[in-house]
């Protein structure tokens, strides 16, 4: 079967790991900007100073977390003075989860048996030898933030930088916690369709040998790239391609592969539940400005403020925020209007126990 494919040491890919979404290339294009901001924030650290907090927020895919890591890197390349700690809290979502993992990042494995205070207790002190730049990804996604709380309070030279992809998390961010923050805001806008194709070349000299993807076929990826916004269906779309030219026997990728490739990925659509997520965002914070709220009511404030789902949407969108521990539902039976849910933000509460 194999016989007229290429040989099995024949193939297109010369670094196929090169489009894995977690690949760290030697550049990061076109965020040099954001990059020197974030730089900048934890500059003071490199002088036994206290660094600048930093909120940075945009759309899934264009970059934010490559750009930090890239830059973490660096920092860990040029100096012992200074900490990256990365902390991806869609995986440790939880103050504990948190604790574990920047003991492992800071190199102390004894984490078991241990509770939060103590493990706060190592980070303590490795950080107030040196200075820590804190980042913590897809920060929405945390169940609690005693653990930013912790940080600001005892913590002396650090940066922290958390990095969601909704602009309205600040916003929704415990009052006391924002003004320890006193962050700056940077956020990462979407790339054109030239800035994606500049990027996709790269990476296409980094995954393949020399020469398969001929002038002009990248196009077509970076248009479709374009259209999701997001990087990941680029990387993607040019894996793909390029196995399709490899299962083909052939040396080059043609437009037919690429073709074939887009046509998969319109069977999955990227980020459908991104407007979604938008919109949640958006109900919490009223739900905050309007604390025990009846539903209905609610739902007419909701629908001032252009809000667009009919009410059972709007229902299952509340229902989803009491899900994450967001919001309290509590039933009230009877009365004039008969059984009605009265809707109650719980994040204060949460930072009132600490
Ligand atoms: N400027 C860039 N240069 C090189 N690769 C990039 C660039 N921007 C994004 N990417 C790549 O696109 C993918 C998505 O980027 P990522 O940083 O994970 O997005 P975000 O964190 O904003 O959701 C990653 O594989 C990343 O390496
Ligand atoms: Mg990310």
Known sequence: MFKDMLGSDQTLFKNEDALDYSFIPKAIPYRESQQQHIATCIKPLFQQRNGKNLVVHGKPGIGKTVATLHLFREIEEE????????????????????????????????????????????????????????????????????????????????TIIL??????????????????LMADILEFKQYNQAEILGILKERVSYAFVPGIFEDGLLDMIAKKTYETGDMRTGLHMIR?????????????????????????????????????????????????????????????????????SVYRTFVRKVKKLADGKFVILSKTEGGAEGNTTVVEPTGVKKLDEF
């Not at 909704?166 to 006391?176: G, H, I, M, S, V």
């Open 240 to 308: 793909e391609a390029g196995l399709n030219a490899e299962n083909r026997s052939s040396k080059k990728v043609s437009m037919e592969d690429i073709k074939a490739a887009i046509e998969k990925l319109s069977n999955y659509s990227a980020n459908p539940s991104d407007d979604l997520e938008d919109d949640i965002q958006s109900i919490l914070i009223l739900i905050k400005k309007n604390p025990k709220s009846k539903m209905g009511d609610l739902y007419k404030l909701y629908q001032d403020d252009g809000g667009l």
């Open 79 to 158: 100096t012992d003075d200074v900490v990256p700690v990365y902390v991806n809290c869609w995986q440790k979502n939880t103050t504990f989860k948190i604790m574990v993992e920047m003991c492992n990042v800071l190199g102390y494995k004894f984490t078991q048996n241990k509770n939060t205070e103590e493990l706060f207790d190592i980070v303590k002190n490795i950080a107030n030898k040196k200075g820590i730049a804190f980042a913590f990804d897809e920060v929405d996604k945390v169940q609690d933030f005693d653990f930013l709380y912790m940080i600001l309070e005892e913590i002396f030279k650090k």
């Open 163 to 180: 990095i969601t992809n909704y602009k309205t998390f600040f916003d929704n961010l415990d009052e006391r916690i924002r003004s320890r």
